[in-house]
């Protein structure tokens, strides 16, 4: 009798301890399901001077999305999600200046077509920076640079001269991707085609600046 009650009691200890075991693996195997998503954002999410990106992907396509809210004059609340194709920390567009929009006047768009015509994806990145603009609340108006163009077109001609109480952005081909600031006037030159940094680059200062 003793020998049957001791095997008894081993056998509920062993099964005591088998069900404790396959608690505890369930209990880890939850918390992995829990934390592992926390851990996954981490590695997908980082901060560039203030704003906190989050890498992602759309099919193929890897973007860079930095959501934001603001408010209009009367309260009213939006929200924005910027997204970026180039890495801001990998964009080395050099700009040294600070980027301030006039909130009273209207934001000029000037695309010097001279060396951007060929370029295919120009069109898509100057649409890009409308939208933001437009996004944020700011009156846009187009134009171009150049004063034989806009007369042959029947375009608005638009120079950091001809509109000194407002803010001009000018698009335009050059020898070196920057960004060079006159007053309220922004000239976001691109070489062979690179609209792409030179536009991205002032969209995420302008974020900045803004803060």
Excluded at 171 to 190: D, F, K
Excluded at 195 to 208: G, H, N, P, Q
Aim: some cysteine; glycine content about 4%; overall charge neutral.
């Amino acid at each position: 009798m003793k020998r049957a009650s001791s095997a008894r009691s081993a056998g509920k200890k062993k099964q005591g301890n088998e069900i404790y075991w396959i608690l505890g693996v369930m209990a880890a195997i939850l918390l992995i399901l829990i934390i592992t998503p926390f851990i996954m954002q981490s590695f997908r999410t980082f901060d560039y001077q203030g704003l906190t990106f989050t890498k992602e992907k759309f099919s193929e396509i890897t973007v860079y999305r930095y959501p934001y809210h603001f408010s209009d004059d009367v309260g009213q609340q939006y929200l924005y999600n910027l997204y970026l194709r180039i890495d801001p920390r990998e964009n080395k567009v050099p700009f040294d200046g600070e980027i301030k929009f006039i909130s009273s006047e209207p934001i000029y768009v000037s695309i010097n077509s001279t060396g951007l015509s060929q370029c295919t994806r120009s069109l898509r990145d100057v649409a890009s920076l409308s939208n933001f603009l437009a996004s944020n609340l700011f009156d846009i108006r187009s134009g171009t640079p150049d004063a034989e163009e806009a007369e042959r077109l029947s375009l608005r001609h638009v120079t950091c001269d001809t509109h000194p109480n407002a803010t001009v952005i000018i698009v335009q081909a050059g020898n070196e991707t920057r960004i060079v600031q006159q007053n309220a006037c922004y000239i976001l030159s691109a070489k062979e085609c690179d609209t792409l940094s030179a536009v991205e680059k002032f969209m995420t200062r302008a974020l900045i600046d803004a803060r």
